[in-house]
């Protein structure tokens, strides 16, 4: 398992020629491909933290990069029964009682804060299974409004509330993203985006990763946690620029183009 520390993210050694010929008709060249997975789960409260940094450092990088984001699913609670649980009920027993859950509620909010969220735990219920929600991320991937749907998934669970671990509740979300109505709740209702979603889930698993967010950038695991815009704009701008190009100088020694 990679060690997610971003001070293991790596550049692309150069190696060829350092003579660039470029004619003044000579096309453009693209700019470089920036392919970000976030590995996260629909009510993990740091990952929406995390998102709020991303959504920076995505902005930021896309002054230099074609940047692409994709979230896959997690599990935290994956043995969840379908109906959810009272959350109180099922947070002091996870935390050893209701005054440490808490306890790790007010640093979450006092987090949140600081990148402008509201997270609201006292409207929080229960504590959803989430498989459902990660089967409709699924399907906003392909519809191309991931990034909607899992912004009003975290902000509906954090901030409102809302069960989403609910049928009803997520066609509602993802209607609110531009999906249409009758088509998610007859997805949800199907078994659409199970598979996939569990082997997802699986690889993720089996892969050593027992924390989310996770994020991978060209396939690279970089970082888990919700680091800052900051480090994580240099993290990735780490990871996906080339290294300068070396030369054979007169005395045969390597040097660098720049």
Partial sequence: MVDFDQNNARGIDGCGPVTEIRSA?????????VQIEVVSDAICPWCYIAKRHLDGAVAELRKNFDVDVRWLPFELNADMPKAGQDRKKYRSAKFGSWERSQSLDAQVAEAGRNVGLDFHHKRMERTPNT?????L???????GVQDAVV?????GYFTNGRDVGDRDVLAQIATEAGL?????????ESDGGAEPVRILATAAYASG???VPTIFVNGQ????GARSTEVMVAAIRKAVEPKAPSRVSADGSLRATR
């Fill in 137 to 143: 991320i699924w399907l906003a991937e392909k519809e």
């Fill in 209 to 211: 990763l027992s924390g």
């Fill in 151 to 155: 912004e009003g998934l975290f902000a």
């Fill in 180 to 188: 249409k109505h009758d088509q998610v709740e007859a997805f949800l």
């Fill in 131 to 135: 498989f459902d929600a990660h089967r």
């Fill in 25 to 33: 008709d000579a096309p453009l060249e693209s700019p470089p491909t």
């Fill in 221 to 224: 695991a970089l970082f888990s």
